[in-house]
């Protein structure tokens, strides 16, 4: 077995990394609460923003699977074992082989999702068959951003090449670029039109536009690292076979949340009217700490868990297992608090104003709490899948994911009917929190004991500094008068006031009990900012 980096060394090179992906999410997800905001005062929670918001499922589902998960799941062991052998050009070959036949059968999927809109649209919301026009407004804007995954689908494989060879921040930042049009997009449709379709129809032609950006952007670094793309490769690469038999098993794996979501969809159409959007705009709020902690996080491990893999040197991965998950417990867990003291005030501060009411506020609010409550168990899945993948197993995650997927469609139907739409919100933290436990389990079988005893410990130190914030974040939110006595500055105020104070109190009861990712993150940030100068 051939020697690695030194843990320290390792556990630095981790953090480095997530605070860069960490950095750039935060950005992205800024301009994400933007645009989501500009959707809010437009299309608020009326039949078009449905409509939209289920449109948009399908595209997103695919980003979210291939840009933030499966495709470099599988890509990133192989494409490595090439780099690790000391063949860069066969890395290189095989990175542009990949390209070409990934490009193809996106292309393909692409028509033949054009062509199969109406029964996809039937699949995700058949609610909407009982509503003649919502249901072919949102067939139209299906078959609009459907060839989003073209680009998306590519960018993820830039992602996976340029990761690899330890770049970060450009496929981080690509997320920037989508916002950045859609935003756009929506400002320009709806300065041009009053007709809400017209405005709507924008929206969707600036997620194709955001799609290009996104691709545009990787090219230059690409280029830098002298992957080149464009030139000759074989139709079928050898290591092909290996990313085909890692691909299926990886994107049902890291789709549980999202299929979840799906079913949530699915089964929120049948409800009441904007129920569909509650769950959409509680997910978008959840999908920033689980952006900028968990992924992030995840993303930075991946390479590093695949060297150690392909030295077979499990006592190294057994410790980025636990600096990993130590790492996103103390970021996730006072965010968790945060949302559930604060769910309110997040909610009106970001997206109550136009059309976008007092009860829409409410009703999102109760959705955000439920999803916060299983935070934890979301950014836990996705640190444990990296290490599966980068032993080559797939089976474990399927197996997982098949039972968490049915777990939630049981749930869902079972709390629906007493809780609506907020059930649906706690059937899928449930679900996640059976997918967490089951990995865990059968990761502990593979590698042994994962350090488990001082985990909890650690943990156990930031869930209790988490507690401690959140009762003075209740504090702090109590001098101010309630949320309708409030002009938006007001919530604004009210909420940046809450935030600040609560990351003052944890940081400084991390200080008090000496949390190693404290001074982790710390080193990290101040190292990065010397260079800076």
Same mark, same amino acid.
């Given at each position: 077995?051939?020697?690695?980096?030194?843990?320290?060394?390792?556990?630095?090179?981790?953090?480095?990394?997530?605070?860069?992906?960490?950095?750039?999410?935060?950005?992205?997800?800024?301009?994400g609460?933007?645009?989501?905001?500009?959707?809010?005062?437009?299309?608020?929670t009326?039949?078009?923003?449905?409509?939209?918001?289920?449109?948009?499922?399908?595209?997103?589902l695919?980003?979210?699977?291939?840009?933030?998960?499966?495709?470099?799941? &599988?890509?990133?062991?192989?494409?490595?074992?090439?780099?690790?052998?000391?063949?860069?050009?066969?890395?290189?070959?095989?990175?542009?082989?990949?390209?070409?036949?990934?490009?193809?059968?996106?292309?393909?999927? &692409?028509?033949?999702?054009?062509?199969?809109?109406?029964?996809?649209?039937?699949?995700?919301?058949?609610?909407?068959?009982?509503?003649?026009?919502?249901?072919d407004?949102?067939?139209?804007?299906?078959?609009?951003?459907?060839p989003?995954?073209?680009?998306?689908?590519?960018?993820?494989?830039?992602?996976?090449?340029?990761?690899?060879?330890?770049?970060?921040?450009?496929?981080?930042?690509?997320?920037?670029?989508?916002?950045?049009?859609?935003?756009?997009?929506?400002?320009?449709?709806?300065?041009?039109?009053?007709?809400?379709?017209?405005?709507v129809?924008?929206? *969707?032609?600036?997620?194709?536009?955001?799609?290009?950006?996104?691709?545009?952007?990787?090219?230059?670094?690409?280029?830098?690292?002298?992957v080149?793309?464009?030139?000759?490769?074989?139709?079928?690469?050898?290591?092909?076979?290996?990313i085909?038999?890692?691909?299926?098993?990886? @994107?049902?794996?890291?789709?549980?949340?999202?299929?979840?979501?799906?079913?949530?969809?699915?089964? *929120?159409?049948?409800?009441?009217?904007?129920? $569909?959007?509650?769950?959409?705009?509680a997910?978008?709020?959840?999908?920033?700490?689980?952006?900028?902690?968990?992924?992030?996080?995840?993303?930075? $491990?991946?390479?590093?868990?695949?060297?150690?893999?392909?030295?077979?040197?499990?006592?190294?991965?057994k410790?980025?297992?636990?600096?990993?998950?130590?790492?996103?417990?103390?970021?996730?867990?006072?965010?968790?608090?945060?949302?559930?003291?604060?769910?309110?005030?997040?909610?009106?501060?970001?997206?109550?104003?136009?059309?976008?009411?007092?009860?829409?506020?409410?009703?999102?609010?109760?959705?955000?709490?439920?999803?916060?409550?299983?935070l934890?168990?979301?950014?836990?899945?996705?640190?444990?899948?990296?290490?599966?993948y980068?032993?080559?197993?797939?089976?474990?995650p399927?197996?997982?994911?098949?039972?968490?997927?049915?777990?939630?469609?049981?749930?869902?139907?079972?709390?629906? =009917?007493?809780?609506?739409?907020?059930?649906?919100?706690?059937?899928?933290?449930?679900?996640?929190?059976?997918?967490?436990?089951?990995? @865990?389990?059968?990761?502990?079988?593979?590698?042994?004991?994962?350090?488990?005893?001082?985990?909890?410990?650690?943990?156990?130190?930031?869930?209790?500094?988490?507690?401690?914030?959140?009762?003075?974040?209740m504090?702090?939110?109590?001098?101010?008068?309630?949320?309708?006595?409030?002009?938006?500055?007001?919530?604004?105020?009210?909420?940046?006031?809450?935030?600040?104070? =609560?990351v003052?109190?944890?940081?400084?009861?991390?200080?008090?009990?000496?949390?190693?990712?404290?001074?982790?993150?710390?080193?990290?940030?101040?190292?990065?900012?010397?260079?800076?100068?």
């Amino acid at each position: 077995m051939s020697q690695g980096p030194d843990p320290d060394t390792e556990r630095r090179q981790v953090t480095r990394a997530a605070g860069v992906v960490g950095s750039m999410t935060l950005a992205s997800r800024i301009l994400g609460y933007a645009r989501d905001m500009v959707f809010a005062y437009l299309f608020g929670t009326t039949m078009a923003a449905d409509a939209f918001i289920a449109a948009f499922r399908v595209p997103n589902l695919l980003r979210r699977l291939f840009g933030e998960g499966s495709l470099s799941m &599988a890509f990133v062991p192989v494409f490595t074992g090439y780099l690790s052998a000391g063949d860069r050009d066969e890395a290189m070959r095989f990175a542009r082989s990949t390209f070409h036949l990934l490009a193809l059968v996106l292309l393909v999927v &692409a028509c033949l999702g054009i062509a199969a809109s109406p029964w996809i649209v039937r699949f995700m919301a058949y609610g909407f068959t009982s509503d003649p026009q919502k249901f072919d407004l949102t067939v139209k804007l299906t078959r609009i951003m459907l060839p989003y995954i073209c680009f998306v689908g590519l960018v993820a494989l830039c992602m996976g090449i340029l990761n690899s060879l330890g770049h970060f921040a450009a496929p981080a930042a690509a997320p920037v670029m989508l916002n950045l049009a859609m935003i756009a997009s929506a400002l320009v449709f709806a300065w041009a039109s009053e007709s809400v379709q017209v405005r709507v129809t924008g929206l *969707a032609v600036g997620v194709l536009a955001g799609g290009v950006a996104q691709l545009g952007l990787q090219l230059p670094f690409l280029m830098k690292h002298r992957v080149g793309l464009g030139r000759p490769a074989p139709i079928f690469h050898p290591g092909l076979k290996k990313i085909i038999a890692l691909m299926g098993p990886a @994107v049902f794996g890291a789709a549980v949340y999202q299929i979840n979501i799906v079913v949530n969809t699915q089964l *929120a159409s049948l409800l009441t009217e904007g129920s $569909v959007a509650y769950l959409y705009y509680a997910d978008r709020i959840v999908q920033f700490p689980l952006g900028i902690f968990a992924i992030a996080t995840a993303t930075a $491990v991946l390479p590093s868990l695949s060297q150690q893999a392909s030295r077979n040197d499990l006592e190294a991965m057994k410790d980025t297992f636990g600096h990993g998950l130590r790492l996103v417990f103390f970021a996730v867990l006072p965010s968790l608090v945060g949302l559930v003291v604060l769910r309110e005030a997040i909610v009106a501060a970001l997206f109550r104003h136009g059309v976008f009411d007092l009860e829409s506020t409410r009703k999102t609010a109760e959705a955000l709490f439920y999803y916060a409550l299983g935070l934890w168990a979301f950014s836990a899945v996705r640190i444990l899948l990296n290490f599966f993948y980068a032993l080559q197993d797939t089976r474990s995650p399927v197996k997982a994911a098949s039972i968490s997927i049915a777990a939630n469609i049981i749930l869902g139907l079972a709390l629906m =009917g007493p809780m609506g739409h907020r059930g649906l919100a706690l059937a899928t933290s449930l679900a996640s929190m059976v997918n967490l436990v089951l990995l @865990v389990i059968w990761l502990r079988r593979k590698l042994g004991p994962l350090g488990g005893i001082r985990l909890v410990k650690e943990v156990s130190k930031s869930a209790a500094c988490a507690v401690m914030m959140g009762v003075v974040v209740m504090i702090v939110a109590a001098v101010w008068p309630p949320m309708e006595c409030n002009g938006r500055l007001g919530l604004t105020l009210r909420l940046m006031g809450c935030i600040m104070a =609560g990351v003052g109190v944890y940081c400084g009861l991390a200080y008090l009990f000496k949390l190693e990712e404290l001074r982790a993150m710390a080193e990290t940030f101040l190292r990065r900012k010397g260079r800076g100068r």
